[in-house]
């Protein structure tokens, strides 16, 4: 190296606050150095820690080259590698060396490091941490709580109450999450989630710090992170990295997890068996806190909190996100740019593969949280709503745009292949423009309905009365006047026959009054027989509705779902229907969101059932109840009944959707009758559009809906 010279005689000294440990890492040997002071871990090969193992301020680099040579061999580290190697070393102090240290150069790099932590905290306003206080003497006056609660039998109950938890979370399924949005954005309850939260996250931190004085580590930093505007506590488990197995590293990292789903099984067993109050509204917020933040952040890896470091222990990849993203550009710099000197930031085939995936996998999701959280932070407070979406928008995609543009046009690698670089973003922009605004994607529209009979079809019990029998099968083809069912009724049996008799005695008194020429008397008599004889008509023809025939031609279906026979069937109710050929419809329940494409552009429906999904049924539009309504055809299609519509709380007799509703009536052919009342899933085409144009559209329509803009 041409600097070489300048370096040789330099004699580096690892610094006394320097630990290094060895490590395995996919079947490789790695060294960690932990740096006591800064509480930071390095990592490095074997070649490089054959260089660093020698630097005991005794010999000279060019010496510690020489010797190392010996050892490595072909896999000597050149002599620009080892001034790089120098170079990053001192500018982390892990060395000294026996030149007088710039003391102008070494403060400015803690003033840049103070920058650097003030512009983190600028750039992510929704998480900043606050240090407040060393627990490390409390958790060593304490340690042996850690050996009691991190063990085989500790872990034997956790598993005993985690499964009962989850049992009696599906045994109170509907009562959990009934009207839960409703429940948990009410003014009272907000404010108890807003004083359990931080209660929950103090004990989950402190799962971290047991964890780690488990296994004999240190935590040196403890104090509040401002996640959204609310205080969250927080400990610095960082010196888990320096365990060389990976096994206490991925405790250490799950141990909040674990501490935290064991707090929800224990509100599960408070809100169980405690009195409605306020106990159990405490218990179902912190199994509502514990639940919700392990699924969506704590548990979930593609964001970087514990679970994340458990995945990149198990994989054992350090600094999966980070190197995601390195290798997300190592691959375009490659072969979109044709920059063949670019190196992958992973060692094996397996490591590129998981860092690629990782890397989108974890950026979609980071969208899709970030818009969901800006979303609702922008519902309760639009300005700081708006703030927050521009300098998230701003660190999703405006300043990794910025630094591609920057590298493209001013890196002095790209100064031999601006002309490619130029082509490949017009390229990449014109497939973008044309894949989100040019190719039609097809569109449709997928709702729930019910097979539904028309009113006409509708056979309604005439009279009170039990059923006898029934005089045809379900799905029998009928023809008109033919007996479809009996029933009997001795109280009108019984009616009729006391009211033929006072007929018969009423018609005695007639005929003596008049016979002994009372007039009067005569007229009364014959008014009450005239109402004696209409109730007696009533009464026959209450008699005759018992017997129930066919109005016409058709196939009959019981309405009932089980045999009838010798049940109490009181007037008016449904008994069956008649159906005849064009009558087997469906009636599907459309959202307000989806109304206008269903209206104005319908090309083609279709219908399945859910006992055989495969199979695709041709349907036709035959009717459209234009205005919006709540009431839902059949429970069948609510939330509770396994559809896609929540119940209105307020709704008591019938089932009403909490968001207006629109019914469409499609006409279907060569379906059994017994599906009538099933749900079913209908699915309208409609012309293929641009997906670019769908999106706007869905970010103008959650705009509207959310913010009122």
């Given amino acids: 190296s041409p600097f070489w010279h300048r370096v040789a005689a330099v004699k580096p000294r690892l610094r006394s606050h320097i630990e290094i440990n060895r490590h395995i890492y996919r079947g490789d040997v790695w060294y960690v150095i932990q740096d006591d002071a800064s509480g930071r871990y390095h990592r490095f090969t074997p070649q490089a820690y054959a260089l660093i193992g020698l630097m005991d301020g ?77 627990p490390e003497p409390f958790l060593n006056r304490t340690a042996g709580f850690s050996r009691w609660l991190f063990n085989p039998f500790t872990g034997v109950i956790w598993l005993w109450c985690i499964g009962w938890a989850l049992m009696q ?14 429940r948990v954005f009410a003014t009272e309850n907000l404010f108890l989630i807003w004083l359990v939260y931080p209660v929950v996250k103090l004990i989950h931190e402190f799962g971290h710090a047991y964890a780690l004085k488990r296994w004999g580590g240190e935590v040196h930093e403890m104090g509040v992170m401002f996640l959204i505007f609310m205080p969250i506590p927080y400990v610095d488990a960082s010196s888990s990295a320096a365990f060389r197995s990976k096994y206490p590293r991925m405790m250490v990292a799950g141990a909040g997890i674990i501490v935290e789903a064991f707090i929800a099984a224990v509100a ?16 179902f917020n912190t199994l509502l806190i514990a639940g919700v933040s392990t699924l969506l952040f704590n548990g979930n890896p593609l964001l970087r909190f514990d679970a994340y470091y458990v995945l990149s222990d198990f994989l054992e990849i350090p600094n999966l996100a980070s190197r995601g993203t390195r290798q997300v550009a190592y691959l375009c710099k490659k072969y979109l740019l044709g920059q063949e000197h670019e190196e ?39 300005f700081i709503g708006i703030l927050l979406a521009m300098l998230s928008l701003y660190n999703m995609f405006g300043k990794p745009l910025f630094s591609i543009i920057k590298y493209l046009f001013m890196d002095r690698n790209m100064a031999q292949k601006r002309g490619r670089a130029a082509l490949v973003t017009i390229a990449v922009l014109g497939v973008i423009g044309l894949l989100l605004f040019v190719a039609p994607v097809p569109r449709m529209t997928l709702v729930h309905g019910v097979f539904w009979a028309p009113d006409s079809s509708r056979l309604t019990v005439g009279s009170n009365g039990f059923l006898k029998e029934l005089k045809v099968a379900s799905g029998t083809e009928v023809q008109a006047g033919q007996t479809l069912f009996v029933s009997t009724n001795e109280e009108l049996e019984s009616q009729l026959n006391k009211t033929a008799g006072r007929i018969k005695e009423l018609l005695v008194h007639y005929r003596t009054a008049v016979a002994d020429a009372r007039q009067n008397e005569a007229g009364i008599i014959q008014e009450e027989i005239r109402q004696a004889r209409a109730e007696l008509e009533r009464a026959l023809e209450e008699k005759r509705e018992l017997v129930m025939k066919s109005p016409a031609d ?42 206008a494409a269903v209206r104005n552009d319908l090309q083609r429906v279709t219908v399945k059932v859910s006992e055989n999904i495969d199979d695709t049924i041709e349907a036709i539009p035959v009717g459209e109840i234009p205005s919006a309504q709540k ?34 009536d499609v006409q279907v052919n060569n379906l059994p009758v017994s599906r009538i009342g099933e749900r079913v899933y209908v699915r309208f085409e409609h012309t293929p559009e641009p997906i ?18």
């Fill in 58 to 134: 005794q010999r000279d680099l060019d010496k510690i080259w020489h010797s190392a040579g010996d050892q490595l061999g072909d896999d000597m580290p050149s002599q620009d590698e080892v001034i790089q190697l120098l170079s990053q070393l001192y500018r982390v102090d892990l060395i000294q060396t026996d030149v007088i240290p710039d003391i102008t150069e070494a403060a400015g790099r803690r003033a840049k490091d103070k920058r650097n932590k003030m512009l983190a905290m600028i750039k992510s306003p929704m998480a900043v941490k606050i240090p407040l206080i060393d």
């Fill in 169 to 182: 979370a599906g045994y109170h399924w509907d009562e959990l999450t009934n009207n839960l949005a409703d």
């Fill in 268 to 283: 599960m067993a408070v809100w169980v068996y405690a009195e409605p109050g306020l106990v159990r509204s405490l218990a």
């Fill in 344 to 382: 992958s930031p992973a060692y094996t085939q397996g490591e590129a593969r998981w860092l690629f995936i990782y890397s989108i996998s974890s950026f979609v999701y980071r969208v899709f949280i970030t818009i969901t959280i800006v979303l609702f932070v922008a519902s309760e407070l639009f």
């Fill in 554 to 595: 058709g196939v009959f279906q019981l309405a009932m779902p089980v045999d009838p026979t010798s049940r109490y069937i009181p007037r008016g109710t449904l008994i069956g229907y008649l159906l005849q050929p064009g009558d087997y419809r469906v009636r599907a329940v459309v959202g307000q969101n989806d109304i």
């Fill in 631 to 664: 009431e839902l055809p059949s429970a069948a299609l609510s939330v509770d009944g396994g559809g896609q519509f929540a119940l209105d709380p307020k709704s008591q007799d019938k089932p009403e959707a909490f968001d207006p509703i629109f019914l469409f």
């Fill in 692 to 709: 670019g144009f769908r999106i706007y559209r869905q970010i103008r329509r959650t705009l509207l809906r959310e913010l009122e803009f």
